[in-house]
Nanobody, 126 residues
Framework: QVQLVESGGGLVQAGGSLRLSCAAS????????MGWFRQAPGKEREFVAA????????YYADSVKGRFTISVDNAKNTVYLQMNNLKPEDAAVYYC???????????????????WGQGTQVTVSS
């Protein structure tokens, strides 16, 4: 079965960097969109970034453009989220998600994804 396992979260000072990883297994993901979402306490889960695995096309929320970078490593079947210049408002549980490529039209919607990881906590101190 499909498994998405996130790692790399932790505590960082504002202005610092973290790299999140999402190890994907259980199928071939070349025809999938991989997304990162985040959820802060008391808030809705929100879109952060997405990438079309085969084509490398990327999408970002306005709030993270220029600071976050999503990428894939085909050899490791892993999706990364490089987060630079972190701000206190970036603190949240970050989730990796996967959706078939034909759902590209809903890449910003959590309902558009079929598979989810368990999440990894990111804490940013001011």
């Amino acid at each position: 079965q499909v498994q998405l396992v996130e790692s790399g979260g932790g505590l960082v000072q504002a202005g610092g960097s973290l790299r999140l990883s999402c190890a994907a297994s259980g199928r071939t993901f070349s025809s999938y969109i991989m997304g990162w979402f985040r959820q802060a306490p008391g808030k809705e889960r929100e879109f952060v970034a997405a990438i079309m695995w085969s084509f490398g096309t990327t999408y970002y929320a306005d709030s993270v453009k220029g600071r976050f970078t999503i990428s894939v490593d085909n050899a490791k079947n892993t999706v990364y989220l490089q987060m630079n210049n972190l701000k206190p408002e970036d603190a949240a549980v970050y989730y990796c998600a996967a959706a078939p490529r034909y759902k590209i039209g809903t890449y910003q919607l959590k309902g558009g994804y079929d598979y989810w990881g368990q999440g990894t906590q990111v804490t940013v101190s001011s």
